[in-house]
């Protein structure tokens, strides 16, 4: 605690937890203006975004409902740290890739920091798309007959094509902007 309160350490998610639970307050507390005496303000320097409890499928397919949108629990980014890389903490989620037709670049258990803001591709990058009932995480490439090729890293997944008279059923959640693994 010493040394979060000299600024020399910065707290994790499950510290802020434990704290909160210790001065009888909510983690909203810690992070705004009603922190306890002598516990710094959070607000400005992390950011929690809600993990829910939805797997993006980097393989075949994984289906979702909205009973999975409920709940979750939150992940601490440096606010500074989001800004840097252009994603608002608004229009972010945290959400888990399963699956290995993204491997080596995303692997079967990884974290997915997701900007909501994306609606629709705008480059070849990695994007959470719902497909038929299914959400999925592909890397998309436009085509200039306005359909889309949903990618896979892995070498063992064949190419996706989705043509222009389908995309309507082709919803984009976000653009994939970080992941990270336990190792």
Known sequence: MSHYLA??????????????????VSMESLMGSAAPAGLPNLAERFAFV??????????????TTAD?????????????WLHRIGVSPRQAEVLIAIGDSMEPTIRDGDLL???????????????VLVLGGMVLVKRVQTRRDGSVVLLSDNQRYENEVVPADELPDLKVEGRVRWFGRTI
């Open 50 to 63: 809600r993990r829910y409890d939805v797997r993006a499928s980097a393989g075949n397919g994984a289906l």
């Open 68 to 80: 999975e949108l409920e709940g979750g629990d939150f992940v601490a980014f440096r606010a500074d």
């Open 7 to 24: 600024g020399t350490t910065e707290p994790k998610a499950f510290a802020l937890a434990a704290i909160a639970e210790a001065c009888s």
């Open 113 to 127: 920091l997701i900007d909501r803001s994306f609606d629709r591709p705008k480059d070849n990058g990695i994007y």
